[in-house]
């Protein structure tokens, strides 16, 4: 089974700031990755998926980069929008696994 | 619009049985694949089932194998997930999620209902 981890697990930055999440995985494998942002009491919602691909309307401050064990979300600008929790996920074999979850917080 | 509707959630006692339904709408529910996922409390995501888009195909996480079965009726746009045995341990938000439509295997969730509480206590 893959495991996904995350790092870090909280990240405090200010708006503008660049803000940058890991994805490690403990095997390797191609760009079958996507990530999630999630707000308190809603479902998550796609922001990329297949490393590096940006879901239709999810603004260009984020993207994906990432190959074999090491993935990263990037925002670019952060905006007041933008502070929530983060999960990446694997989707190259079963089971899928999601990792642990970036929250971003407002410093 | 997509939209996933989950419901039959609620309290039921360690031992007992749930069903779960996702009701969806704005799209050809027999073109995707649908899968549930969980959030315990104050957890992060798991992924709990998956189903292929006539039902051939079905994949499950290890700790509900046995205990946990996903159908589908797409006559009635409608994903289902009957948990028997439950335990504490499966106390979560569930949430019925759509692929993408080009899934082969594996998928990604491209789409999310709102959730489902199910909260397993004596």
């Known amino acids: 089974d893959i495991q996904m981890t995350q790092s870090p697990s909280t990240l405090s930055a200010s708006v503008g700031d660049r803000v940058t999440i890991t994805c490690r995985a403990s095997?390797?494998?191609?760009?079958?990755l996507a990530w999630y942002q999630q707000k308190p009491g809603k479902a998550p919602k796609l922001l990329i998926y297949?490393?590096?691909r940006l879901e239709s309307g999810v603004p260009s401050r984020f993207s994906g980069s990432g190959s074999g064990t090491e993935f990263t979300l990037t925002i670019s600008s952060l905006q007041p929008d933008d502070f929530a929790t983060y999960y990446c996920?694997?989707?190259?074999?079963?089971?899928?696994?999601f990792g642990g979850g970036t929250k971003v917080e407002i410093k | 619009e997509v939209q996933l509707v989950e419901s039959g959630g609620g309290l039921v006692q360690p031992g007992g049985s749930l069903r779960l339904s996702c009701a969806g709408s704005?799209?050809?529910?027999?073109?995707?694949?649908m899968s549930w996922v969980r959030q315990a409390p104050g957890k992060g995501l798991e992924w709990v089932a998956n189903?292929?888009?006539?039902?051939?195909?079905?994949y499950y996480v290890d700790s509900v194998k046995g205990r946990f079965t996903i159908s589908r009726d797409n006559a009635k746009n409608s994903l289902y997930l009957q948990m028997n045995s439950l335990r504490a341990e499966d106390t979560a938000v569930y949430y019925c999620?759509?692929?993408?439509?080009?899934?082969?295997?594996?998928?990604?969730?491209?789409?999310w209902g709102q959730g489902t509480l199910v909260t397993v206590s004596s």
């Open positions: 999620a759509r692929d993408d439509g080009k899934t082969t295997v594996t998928t990604f969730f491209q789409h």
């Open positions: 704005g799209f050809t529910f027999s073109n995707y694949w």
């Open positions: 189903i292929k888009e006539d039902g051939s195909e079905k």
């Open positions: 095997q390797s494998f191609s760009n079958w």
């Open positions: 297949r490393t590096s």
């Open positions: 996920q694997h989707y190259n074999n079963y089971p899928l696994s």
